[in-house]
Protein backbone atom coordinates (compact mmCIF):
# COMPACT_ATOMS: atom_id res chain seq x y z
CA UNK A 1 0.00 0.00 0.00
CA UNK A 2 1.50 3.54 -1.06
CA UNK A 3 0.59 6.12 1.65
CA UNK A 4 1.63 9.65 1.50
CA UNK A 5 -0.12 11.59 3.88
CA UNK A 6 -0.91 10.84 7.60
CA UNK A 7 -1.84 12.31 10.36
CA UNK A 8 -0.30 11.17 13.33
CA UNK A 9 -0.39 12.04 17.44
CA UNK A 10 2.75 11.56 19.10
CA UNK A 11 2.84 11.40 22.94
CA UNK A 12 6.17 11.29 24.52
CA UNK A 13 6.88 9.45 28.01
CA UNK A 14 6.49 11.28 31.56
CA UNK A 15 9.44 11.89 33.68
CA UNK A 16 9.36 10.21 36.93
CA UNK A 17 8.66 11.80 40.07
CA UNK A 18 11.46 12.57 42.55
CA UNK A 19 11.50 10.05 45.97
CA UNK A 20 11.30 11.53 49.30
CA UNK A 21 13.69 9.20 51.38
CA UNK A 22 16.36 9.46 54.26
CA UNK A 23 18.85 7.01 54.93
CA UNK A 24 17.98 4.70 58.29
CA UNK A 25 20.77 2.49 58.98
CA UNK A 26 21.83 0.98 62.28
CA UNK A 27 23.95 2.54 63.93
CA UNK A 28 23.16 5.87 62.31
CA UNK A 29 20.81 7.75 64.08
CA UNK A 30 19.89 10.63 61.57
CA UNK A 31 20.80 9.47 57.87
CA UNK A 32 20.30 12.68 55.75
CA UNK A 33 18.33 12.65 52.69
CA UNK A 34 18.73 10.07 49.89
CA UNK A 35 15.77 10.35 47.54
CA UNK A 36 16.59 10.25 43.62
CA UNK A 37 15.54 11.75 40.98
CA UNK A 38 12.78 10.26 38.46
CA UNK A 39 14.52 9.35 35.06
CA UNK A 40 13.55 11.29 32.32
CA UNK A 41 10.44 10.44 29.86
CA UNK A 42 11.17 8.81 26.52
CA UNK A 43 10.97 10.90 23.42
CA UNK A 44 10.17 10.23 20.27
CA UNK A 45 12.04 10.59 16.85
CA UNK A 46 11.35 10.47 13.48
CA UNK A 47 14.37 9.35 11.51
CA UNK A 48 14.96 8.89 7.75
CA UNK A 49 15.63 5.18 6.72
CA UNK A 50 17.09 4.48 2.95
CA UNK A 51 14.70 2.02 0.85
CA UNK A 52 11.46 3.26 2.80
CA UNK A 53 8.90 4.21 0.20
CA UNK A 54 5.97 4.78 2.00
CA UNK A 55 4.34 5.91 5.26
CA UNK A 56 1.82 3.20 5.40
CA UNK A 57 3.42 2.16 8.72
CA UNK A 58 1.42 5.16 10.14
CA UNK A 59 -2.28 4.35 8.26
CA UNK A 60 -2.06 1.22 10.79
CA UNK A 61 -0.20 3.41 14.08
CA UNK A 62 -1.36 6.75 14.01
CA UNK A 63 -0.67 6.78 17.74
CA UNK A 64 2.93 6.55 19.16
CA UNK A 65 3.84 6.29 22.31
CA UNK A 66 6.77 6.68 24.31
CA UNK A 67 7.88 4.75 28.02
CA UNK A 68 7.58 6.93 30.72
CA UNK A 69 10.63 7.44 32.85
CA UNK A 70 11.00 5.44 36.40
CA UNK A 71 10.52 7.02 39.92
CA UNK A 72 13.25 7.84 42.02
CA UNK A 73 14.33 5.80 45.05
CA UNK A 74 15.30 5.73 48.49
CA UNK A 75 19.27 5.19 48.56
CA UNK A 76 19.70 8.09 46.09
CA UNK A 77 19.00 5.98 42.85
CA UNK A 78 17.74 7.68 40.00
CA UNK A 79 15.03 6.24 38.07
CA UNK A 80 15.85 4.87 34.66
CA UNK A 81 15.03 6.48 31.70
CA UNK A 82 12.18 5.89 29.48
CA UNK A 83 12.97 4.00 26.48
CA UNK A 84 13.15 6.30 23.35
CA UNK A 85 10.91 5.46 20.74
CA UNK A 86 12.68 5.74 16.82
CA UNK A 87 9.97 5.77 13.95
CA UNK A 88 11.40 5.31 10.10
CA UNK A 89 9.84 7.97 7.76
CA UNK A 90 10.84 7.30 3.78
CA UNK A 91 12.98 10.04 2.62
CA UNK A 92 11.67 13.17 1.67
CA UNK A 93 8.93 13.02 4.04
CA UNK A 94 8.00 16.49 5.54
CA UNK A 95 6.93 16.85 8.86
CA UNK A 96 4.06 19.65 9.58
CA UNK A 97 2.20 20.95 12.37
CA UNK A 98 -1.34 20.31 12.55
CA UNK A 99 -1.97 23.14 14.35
CA UNK A 100 -0.82 26.01 11.73
CA UNK A 101 0.69 23.48 8.64
CA UNK A 102 4.29 24.86 9.40
CA UNK A 103 7.36 22.63 7.98
CA UNK A 104 8.72 21.61 10.84
CA UNK A 105 11.36 19.36 9.36
CA UNK A 106 12.52 17.85 5.46
CA UNK A 107 13.79 14.40 5.59
CA UNK A 108 16.27 14.66 2.73
CA UNK A 109 18.91 12.48 3.49
CA UNK A 110 18.92 9.13 4.77
CA UNK A 111 20.00 8.71 8.65
CA UNK A 112 18.51 12.25 9.37
CA UNK A 113 16.92 12.54 12.93
CA UNK A 114 14.25 15.17 14.12
CA UNK A 115 13.47 15.06 17.38
CA UNK A 116 9.34 15.28 17.47
CA UNK A 117 8.38 14.49 20.53
CA UNK A 118 10.30 15.28 23.78
CA UNK A 119 10.16 13.05 26.63
CA UNK A 120 9.92 14.62 30.31
CA UNK A 121 12.04 15.13 32.28
CA UNK A 122 12.09 13.32 35.89
CA UNK A 123 11.72 15.15 39.25
CA UNK A 124 14.19 16.14 41.71
CA UNK A 125 14.49 13.94 45.21
CA UNK A 126 14.66 15.37 48.46
CA UNK A 127 18.54 14.42 48.21
CA UNK A 128 18.77 17.37 45.22
CA UNK A 129 17.04 19.68 47.64
CA UNK A 130 19.58 19.27 50.85
CA UNK A 131 21.54 22.24 51.55
CA UNK A 132 23.54 23.28 55.10
CA UNK A 133 20.40 25.11 56.20
CA UNK A 134 18.12 22.56 55.41
CA UNK A 135 19.12 18.97 56.34
CA UNK A 136 15.85 17.56 56.09
CA UNK A 137 14.26 18.46 53.07
CA UNK A 138 10.65 16.82 52.39
CA UNK A 139 10.39 18.73 48.81
CA UNK A 140 10.24 16.77 45.94
CA UNK A 141 9.23 17.14 41.96
CA UNK A 142 6.61 15.28 39.82
CA UNK A 143 8.13 14.34 36.67
CA UNK A 144 7.29 16.55 33.90
CA UNK A 145 4.88 15.94 31.26
CA UNK A 146 6.17 14.15 27.99
CA UNK A 147 5.49 16.60 24.91
CA UNK A 148 2.20 15.74 23.01
CA UNK A 149 2.40 16.80 19.27
CA UNK A 150 -0.23 16.10 16.44
CA UNK A 151 1.51 16.12 13.11
CA UNK A 152 1.33 15.37 9.58
CA UNK A 153 3.32 13.63 7.52
CA UNK A 154 3.72 14.80 4.07
CA UNK A 155 5.70 12.07 1.36
CA UNK A 156 7.04 13.86 -1.61
CA UNK A 157 9.55 11.87 -2.96
CA UNK A 158 13.08 13.41 -3.96
CA UNK A 159 13.83 13.04 -7.32
CA UNK A 160 15.60 15.05 -10.38
CA UNK A 161 13.44 14.22 -13.42
CA UNK A 162 9.59 14.04 -13.51
CA UNK A 163 8.23 12.20 -16.01
CA UNK A 164 4.49 13.71 -17.10
CA UNK A 165 1.91 13.10 -20.14
CA UNK A 166 -1.18 11.52 -20.85
CA UNK A 167 -2.08 7.50 -19.47
CA UNK A 168 -0.68 5.28 -21.59
CA UNK A 169 1.99 7.24 -23.73
CA UNK A 170 4.90 5.10 -22.26
CA UNK A 171 6.06 7.09 -19.21
CA UNK A 172 6.62 3.83 -17.22
CA UNK A 173 8.03 1.99 -20.19
CA UNK A 174 10.64 4.47 -20.71
CA UNK A 175 11.79 4.40 -16.91
CA UNK A 176 11.81 0.92 -17.30
CA UNK A 177 13.60 1.05 -20.31
CA UNK A 178 16.77 3.64 -18.77
CA UNK A 179 16.63 2.12 -15.28
CA UNK A 180 16.40 -0.92 -13.39
CA UNK A 181 12.98 0.16 -11.85
CA UNK A 182 10.17 -2.04 -13.14
CA UNK A 183 6.79 -0.08 -12.86
CA UNK A 184 3.58 -2.45 -14.22
CA UNK A 185 3.37 -1.40 -18.14
CA UNK A 186 0.10 -2.36 -19.74
CA UNK A 187 -1.98 -1.20 -22.97
CA UNK A 188 -4.99 0.54 -20.16
CA UNK A 189 -4.69 3.94 -19.21
CA UNK A 190 -4.22 4.24 -15.71
CA UNK A 191 -1.77 1.36 -15.29
CA UNK A 192 0.24 3.30 -12.94
CA UNK A 193 -1.23 4.18 -9.73
CA UNK A 194 1.67 4.81 -7.40
CA UNK A 195 4.94 6.92 -8.24
CA UNK A 196 8.40 4.89 -8.84
CA UNK A 197 12.03 6.22 -8.90
CA UNK A 198 14.58 4.89 -10.87
CA UNK A 199 17.95 5.34 -10.88
CA UNK A 200 19.73 6.38 -14.54
CA UNK A 201 23.63 5.66 -15.04
CA UNK A 202 25.00 8.07 -16.70
CA UNK A 203 28.58 6.80 -16.11
CA UNK A 204 31.60 7.53 -14.34
CA UNK A 205 29.77 7.25 -11.23
CA UNK A 206 26.68 10.06 -12.34
CA UNK A 207 23.51 8.74 -11.70
CA UNK A 208 20.23 11.21 -11.61
CA UNK A 209 16.53 9.59 -10.29
CA UNK A 210 13.85 9.73 -12.31
CA UNK A 211 10.07 10.04 -11.50
CA UNK A 212 7.20 8.08 -12.69
CA UNK A 213 3.88 9.30 -12.03
CA UNK A 214 0.27 8.22 -13.18
CA UNK A 215 -0.67 10.36 -15.95
CA UNK A 216 -2.85 13.26 -16.33
CA UNK A 217 -6.04 13.94 -18.48
CA UNK A 218 -7.84 17.09 -18.79
CA UNK A 219 -9.67 18.00 -15.72
CA UNK A 220 -7.26 16.44 -13.66
CA UNK A 221 -7.00 19.53 -11.32
CA UNK A 222 -10.62 19.01 -10.36
CA UNK A 223 -10.15 15.08 -9.72
CA UNK A 224 -10.52 13.77 -13.16
CA UNK A 225 -8.84 10.36 -13.60
CA UNK A 226 -6.52 10.01 -10.48
CA UNK A 227 -6.50 14.10 -10.37
CA UNK A 228 -2.98 15.91 -9.54
CA UNK A 229 -2.33 14.68 -6.29
CA UNK A 230 0.62 12.53 -7.66
CA UNK A 231 1.99 15.95 -9.09
CA UNK A 232 3.57 16.28 -5.32
CA UNK A 233 6.07 14.17 -5.95
CA UNK A 234 7.99 15.66 -9.09
CA UNK A 235 7.49 19.11 -6.94
CA UNK A 236 10.83 18.88 -6.37
CA UNK A 237 12.25 17.77 -9.61
CA UNK A 238 14.60 20.07 -11.37
CA UNK A 239 13.34 18.87 -14.73
CA UNK A 240 10.39 17.92 -16.36
CA UNK A 241 10.28 14.91 -19.53
CA UNK A 242 7.01 15.48 -21.46
CA UNK A 243 6.06 12.40 -23.06
CA UNK A 244 3.31 12.86 -25.95
CA UNK A 245 2.09 9.23 -27.30
CA UNK A 246 2.37 9.84 -31.31
CA UNK A 247 1.12 7.19 -32.95
CA UNK A 248 -2.80 7.30 -34.82
CA UNK A 249 -3.58 4.52 -32.17
CA UNK A 250 -4.03 7.07 -29.13
CA UNK A 251 -6.90 8.87 -30.89
CA UNK A 252 -6.30 12.20 -29.73
CA UNK A 253 -4.15 15.00 -31.46
CA UNK A 254 -0.46 15.25 -29.95
CA UNK A 255 -0.40 18.53 -29.59
CA UNK A 256 -4.06 18.74 -28.18
CA UNK A 257 -2.18 16.32 -25.59
CA UNK A 258 0.22 18.38 -25.10
CA UNK A 259 -1.73 21.32 -24.17
CA UNK A 260 -4.13 19.78 -21.86
CA UNK A 261 -1.00 18.27 -19.44
CA UNK A 262 0.51 21.88 -19.70
CA UNK A 263 -2.95 23.35 -18.71
CA UNK A 264 -3.01 20.98 -15.92
CA UNK A 265 0.15 21.24 -14.76
CA UNK A 266 -0.58 25.44 -14.65
CA UNK A 267 -3.32 25.01 -12.34
CA UNK A 268 -1.74 22.89 -9.52
CA UNK A 269 1.26 24.35 -9.96
CA UNK A 270 2.87 27.36 -12.28
CA UNK A 271 5.64 27.18 -10.50
CA UNK A 272 6.28 23.70 -11.78
CA UNK A 273 5.06 24.19 -15.54
CA UNK A 274 8.31 26.46 -15.79
CA UNK A 275 10.77 23.87 -15.27
CA UNK A 276 12.92 23.21 -17.96
CA UNK A 277 11.64 20.61 -20.31
CA UNK A 278 12.56 18.16 -22.59
CA UNK A 279 9.38 17.42 -25.56
CA UNK A 280 9.39 13.85 -26.37
CA UNK A 281 7.62 12.39 -29.15
CA UNK A 282 6.93 8.62 -28.33
CA UNK A 283 5.69 5.07 -30.31
CA UNK A 284 7.46 6.32 -33.35
CA UNK A 285 7.54 2.83 -34.63
CA UNK A 286 3.74 2.84 -34.92
CA UNK A 287 3.58 6.34 -36.84
CA UNK A 288 2.57 4.30 -40.32
CA UNK A 289 0.91 6.71 -42.50
CA UNK A 290 0.82 9.64 -40.02
CA UNK A 291 4.06 11.27 -40.11
CA UNK A 292 2.80 14.92 -40.01
CA UNK A 293 1.61 14.01 -36.20
CA UNK A 294 5.69 13.60 -35.14
CA UNK A 295 6.08 16.32 -37.36
CA UNK A 296 3.67 19.09 -35.20
CA UNK A 297 5.12 17.79 -32.16
CA UNK A 298 8.17 19.06 -33.29
CA UNK A 299 7.68 22.27 -34.70
CA UNK A 300 5.46 22.78 -31.25
CA UNK A 301 8.84 21.97 -29.32
CA UNK A 302 10.99 24.21 -31.40
CA UNK A 303 8.66 26.94 -30.68
CA UNK A 304 8.45 26.65 -27.23
CA UNK A 305 12.61 26.28 -27.40
CA UNK A 306 12.62 22.82 -25.56
CA UNK A 307 14.93 20.06 -26.48
CA UNK A 308 13.24 17.69 -28.54
CA UNK A 309 13.19 13.55 -29.02
CA UNK A 310 11.64 11.30 -31.12
CA UNK A 311 11.94 7.59 -29.43
CA UNK A 312 10.44 4.22 -29.47
CA UNK A 313 10.66 3.11 -25.70
CA UNK A 314 9.18 -0.05 -26.53
CA UNK A 315 11.92 -0.72 -29.37
CA UNK A 316 14.61 1.17 -27.30
CA UNK A 317 15.39 4.03 -30.05
CA UNK A 318 16.24 7.17 -29.60
CA UNK A 319 16.94 6.61 -25.92
CA UNK A 320 20.61 7.83 -25.78
CA UNK A 321 20.85 10.97 -26.77
CA UNK A 322 17.63 11.15 -24.48
CA UNK A 323 19.25 9.89 -21.38
CA UNK A 324 22.24 12.64 -22.17
CA UNK A 325 20.31 15.36 -23.06
CA UNK A 326 18.44 14.89 -20.00
CA UNK A 327 22.26 14.48 -18.02
CA UNK A 328 22.57 17.89 -19.70
CA UNK A 329 19.48 19.81 -18.86
CA UNK A 330 19.58 18.75 -15.42
CA UNK A 331 23.09 19.85 -15.25
CA UNK A 332 22.47 22.88 -16.26
CA UNK A 333 19.52 23.52 -14.17
CA UNK A 334 21.58 22.81 -11.31
CA UNK A 335 23.49 25.65 -12.67
CA UNK A 336 21.03 28.42 -12.39
CA UNK A 337 19.88 26.99 -9.34
CA UNK A 338 23.47 27.23 -7.45
N1 LIG B 1 4.45 0.31 -30.03
C1 LIG B 1 4.87 0.91 -28.93
N2 LIG B 1 4.19 0.71 -27.79
C2 LIG B 1 4.65 1.35 -26.69
C3 LIG B 1 5.80 2.17 -26.70
N3 LIG B 1 5.99 2.66 -25.44
C4 LIG B 1 5.00 2.13 -24.68
N4 LIG B 1 4.19 1.34 -25.44
C5 LIG B 1 3.01 0.58 -24.98
O1 LIG B 1 2.04 1.49 -24.52
C6 LIG B 1 1.30 0.95 -23.45
C7 LIG B 1 1.34 1.89 -22.27
O2 LIG B 1 2.65 1.97 -21.77
P1 LIG B 1 2.97 2.43 -20.27
O3 LIG B 1 4.44 2.54 -20.19
O4 LIG B 1 2.27 1.55 -19.30
O5 LIG B 1 2.29 3.85 -20.28
P2 LIG B 1 2.19 4.92 -19.09
O6 LIG B 1 2.40 6.26 -19.69
O7 LIG B 1 3.09 4.54 -17.99
O8 LIG B 1 0.68 4.75 -18.69
P3 LIG B 1 -0.05 5.08 -17.28
O9 LIG B 1 0.74 4.42 -16.22
O10 LIG B 1 -1.40 4.48 -17.44
O11 LIG B 1 -0.08 6.57 -17.17
C8 LIG B 1 1.93 -0.41 -23.17
O12 LIG B 1 1.16 -1.41 -23.81
C9 LIG B 1 3.31 -0.30 -23.79
O13 LIG B 1 3.81 -1.55 -24.21
C10 LIG B 1 6.48 2.35 -27.93
O14 LIG B 1 7.48 3.05 -28.04
N5 LIG B 1 5.96 1.70 -28.99
MG1 LIG C 1 2.68 4.01 -16.15
Redesign the pocket.
Known amino acids: MFVDQVKVSLLAGKGGNGCVSFRREYAVPKGGPDGGRGGDGGSIYLVAEQGLSSLSYFRFHPINTARKGAHGEGGNRSGKKGEDLILSVPMGTVVKSVENGKVLFDFLQAGQKFLAAAGGKGGRGNASFATPTHRTPREWENGAPGEEKELILELKLIADVG?V????????????RISAAR???????????IPHLGVVDVGRDKTFVVA?????IAGAHEGHGLGTRFLKHIERTKILVH?I?V?P?SGRDPVDDYGIVMDELKAYSPELAKRPQIVVA?????LGESPQRLKAVKELASQKRFPFFA?????K?GLKPLVSAMAKVLAAAEENKS
Open positions: LGFPNVGKSTLISPVIADYPFTTLDIPGLIDSYNKIDLISAMKE
